[in-house]
C-alpha cells in the first residue's frame, strides 16, 4: 500500500526510514555519496579556517510568499556563513516531523532545499529525521548546521564596531516578517511584499573582492546570538 502521509515509524530508523531516504530526500536533495549514508560526512579542506553555525527553523506558516521554510533553512544557515566572511561549503540539516504531515508538503520542501543549495554551490552532506505524534509538533522543524572555509585574516564580528563606522543597507528592511505576518494572519496589500530570504555569498565575495575595511555583516532576516 502506498503511504502518503508521515507516519511514526518513519522516524524509526527501520524500512519506512530508508524508504522515506530514499525516495524523497535523495533524489531531491542531490550532492553526496549516496552509498555513505553514515551517521556523519567526512569532509577535507587543506589549511584553511573554518567558520561553522546551527540554526533551527520554525515558521508558521511553512509556506509563505517568496519561499517556504526549507528555503529559509538554506539561506539562513549559508548567510550566516558568509556573515563571518566564510564562503558556505557544507550543509547538514535534520528534520523533526509531525505525525500526519504531507508528505507531498514535505517534497517541497525538501526539493526547494535542494534547489536552494545548488544555486549557491554548497552541499548537503548529512542528516537526520526524527517523527513525532500528531500535536506534538507545528507540522515539521528544520535544523542546519554550515561550515565554510575563511579567508585567511579576514575576521568580522560586532566586537569591531566603532563609532563612526558607516553603515551600508543592501536592501529594504523587514519584507520577510511582514511576508510571513500577512501569510500568517491573512492580511492583504495593494502592492504584494515577498520574503527577501535570499542567498548572500555571490554579494558577500564581491564585497570581500574590494578589499574595503569591513568590520560587522549582518543578515537582518534572521536572528542573531547576541555579541558579547
Do not use: Y
Not at 507516519?7 to 530508508?18: I, M, Q
Not at 539561506?75 to 500526519?100: K, Q, S, Y
Not at 554551490?121 to 513525532?132: F, I, M, N, R, W
Not at 558607516?166 to 496589500?189: K, M, Y
Amino acid at each position: 500500500m502506498k503511504v502518503e502521509r508521515i507516519l511514526l515509524d518513519h522516524g524509526s530508523g527501520g524500512k519506512l526510514s530508508h524508504e522515506l531516504v530514499q525516495t524523497c530526500f535523495l533524489p531531491l536533495l542531490g550532492k553526496g555519496d549516496p552509498h555513505q549514508l553514515n551517521d556523519s560526512a567526512s569532509v577535507h579542506v587543506d589549511q584553511v579556517g573554518l567558520a561553522i553555525t546551527t540554526d533551527s527553523f520554525v515558521v508558521d506558516p511553512i509556506f509563505f510568499p517568496g519561499g517556504d521554510i526549507g528555503h529559509l533553512a538554506v539561506c539562513g544557515t549559508v548567510n550566516d556563513l558568509c556573515m563571518a566572511g566564510a564562503r558556505p561549503l557544507w550543509l547538514t540539516t535534520a528534520f523533526i516531523l509531525e505525525e500526519g504531515l504531507p508528505l507531498e508538503d514535505l517534497r517541497r520542501i525538501v526539493e526547494s532545499m535542494g534547489r536552494t543549495a545548488r544555486k549557491v554551490g554548497v552541499d548537503l552532506v548529512a542528516g537526520d529525521t526524527k517523527v513525532v505524534p500528531k500535536g506534538k509538533a507545528d507540522k515539521l522543524f528544520i535544523n542546519t548546521t554550515g561550515v565554510g572555509a575563511v579567508r585567511k585574516g579576514r575576521t568580522f564580528g560586532g566586537q569591531f564596531a566603532r563609532p563612526g563606522d558607516q553603515i551600508l543597507i543592501s536592501g529594504t528592511l523587514g519584507d520577510h516578517g511582514v511576508a510571513i505576518l500577512s501569510a500568517r494572519e491573512g492580511l492583504a496589500f495593494e502592492t504584494p511584499i515577498l520574503s527577501d530570504s535570499t542567498p548572500l555569498w555571490d554579494l558577500t565575495k564581491t564585497i570581500l573582492d574590494t578589499g574595503a575595511d569591513i568590520r560587522v555583516m549582518r543578515d537582518p532576516t534572521r536572528g542573531d546570538w547576541p555579541q558579547h
